[in-house]
Structures are given as C-alpha cells and as structure tokens.
C-alpha cells in the first residue's frame, strides 16, 4: 500500500481513472501490465476519460533527440488529438532523486503549462522502479516522497495470460521472426501450395468460406493450445490472411470475446510467418493491440508488418496514427467495418 496521497489540490487527472486505480500508487504499478513490459528511463503517459484508461503510450528518454521541448511538443500534439480530459504522466527513472532532477522537474514544468493552455488535465509523477516499496513522488510538491509502490503483481488489471517483459529489449525480441532457415523451409512451402493449387487466385466464395473457417478454428484454439503451429498450419494460416476478406474478418476478432486469443495467434504468426505474408497477422497485432490500449506493442507489430512489406497501407496508416495520438475509437470504428463487411461471408 502507498504511504499516503498526495494533497488533492496537486492532482486533476487521477480523477478520472478507474476507480480501483485513483491512488497513485496503485496506477503506477499497473503501467508494467498496460504496456507488456518494465520501462527505464522512460515517461509513460496514460490516457484517461471518466473512468477508463483509453490508452498508454511509452516515450523512452534516452532516445528523443529533440531534448525536453522537442519530447513535450510530441506529446501534447498527441495529447490534443487524443481529444481526452485527463493524462497521468510517470516519469521512470533509475534514480531520480540524484541525476538530473533538474531536467526532470522542467519537464514537469513544460508539460503541465503546455497542458494547461490546452484545457487538459495532466498529473506528473515518478517512480524509481516498479518494484514493490520503491518510492514513487509527486512532481507539484516540492518534497518528492508521497509513498511507496504496492505489489504490481496484484495490480487490478493484471491479466495472468498476458507476459509482463522485464524491458522494452526482451518484449520487441518476441516479434522478431524465427531463424532464416526455418522461414526460408516455410516460404517455400508457401510458395508449392500456391503454384499447385487448381482454383485461381484470389480464391472463389466457397474456398473463403474455407479459409474464414479455418482461421475462425485456429481462434478458438489459441487459447489453450500447447504446441506451436506447424509448418502446414501456418502456410495455410499465412494464405488465407493474404486474402482480403479473410484479413477483414481476422481483424474483426479484436472486439469479439476471443480477442485475447485472436491476438495471441497474430503473435505467433507475426514470428513464424515468412514475408511478405508475415505483414497481415503482425497488422492485426498492432489493430489488437492499440484497441485494447497497448501503444507500443500495437507500434512493434506495425513496424514488423512494415518491414515485411514495405509499403503496407493499413499497417504504415496505423503507425503514423499511433505516432500523432490516433483515438483509439475512430481505430475502433475502422474495425466495426471490417466486421460489418466479413458478417455476410462468416453467416453465409
């Protein structure tokens, strides 16, 4: 539990977070669990409106190049085109209270005028680490110390089926493809399904029906399968997420139940899938990801798409839209479609 509250007339935005999470504390130690992994050297800023956490996006320190204004201009445009009441920004260093307090306290500074003029309600707080009882601070009170960090592994919204990574290194390392010479073995045996196949391609209705079913089986699978997909599976998987309709379909899972599952198909796929067919699944990934309000994976997972197939219009769309503070509803909106279009199809 945290030592005490920071004095109510410092804080704006806590009020609108989720009511298990308006104690500071507790909100910090929820950012490992929002983003996939513990940040160092970082502002992470949550995205608040009446009681929902909208989305988290992580800005590392160490690799903004345009200094403390350049990093608060970024981030009060997404912030405006966010259009959300509320941001809670924390401010992960390895040790904040000895080095550069200084510049930290004048990104404080710049933040919270610059989200003033806005009309945006903005908190700024630290933490040295997300281990439980380090110290986490107020930047609007001049003596830092306001309390200590709960357990994050009892945070509110700590999902047991998702990893918590120990650095951003270890989390971008699970979106990397498999070895050269196993995605090599699979393009190949991508490419003999193709030039043997019988029936034109793009497909016709009733082998998209197949395809759809076939993907719509894998979903319901992701969940509680044990072994990874094998070479077969994700050729076949890999194929039909090429065809439009079907990567329309894939996509609309983001807002279904299976969501979690759907995702963690993607998340394989986006490994073991050769390019350029690897550009799909990892585009579903980013869509799935920044939907449920995860700005870096869904980041990772486009510039994966990106890389596979230079050029990728959704996936290039997404990330530009993730890099200007693209809501998180209108990605939404974008899906309803897609789910609107594939309904015939999956029905039928």
Known sequence: MTDHSPDTAHVKALHHAPTQLTDPGRLIAAIPHLIGFHPTTALVLI???????????????NAEPTG????VTTISNAARNLDAPAF???IVDDDPDQTNTRGRRLLHRQ???????QNQDIDVFGVSSFTTGARWFDYSLPDYLNGTLPDPATSPVADPGRVVHTDYE?????????????????????????????????????EIRRMLAHVRRHIAQAGHRTEPLTDPEIAELA??????????????SALSEKAADAERLWTELTRAAPAPERAEPATLLAFSAYLRGNATVAALAARQAEAAQPGHRLAGLLRMGIAGGLPPAKVRDVVERAMRSAAPMVEG
């Open 68 to 71: 403390t204004r350049g990093l």
């Open 170 to 206: 270890v989390l971008a390392a699970t979106l990397q493809p498999d070895d050269a010479d196993t995605i090599s073995r699979r393009s190949h045996l991508i490419d003999s399904i193709l030039n043997t196949a019988t029936d034109p391609w793009p497909a016709d209705r009733g």
């Open 111 to 117: 933040l919270t005028r610059t989200f003033d003029t």
């Open 239 to 252: 194929i039909a997420l090429s065809d439009p309709e079907v990567r329309d379909f894939a996509m609309s």
């Open 47 to 61: 995205t608040l409106d009446h009681g929902d956490i909208v989305l988290t996006t992580c800005y590392d320190l």
């Open 88 to 90: 809670f920004a924390c």
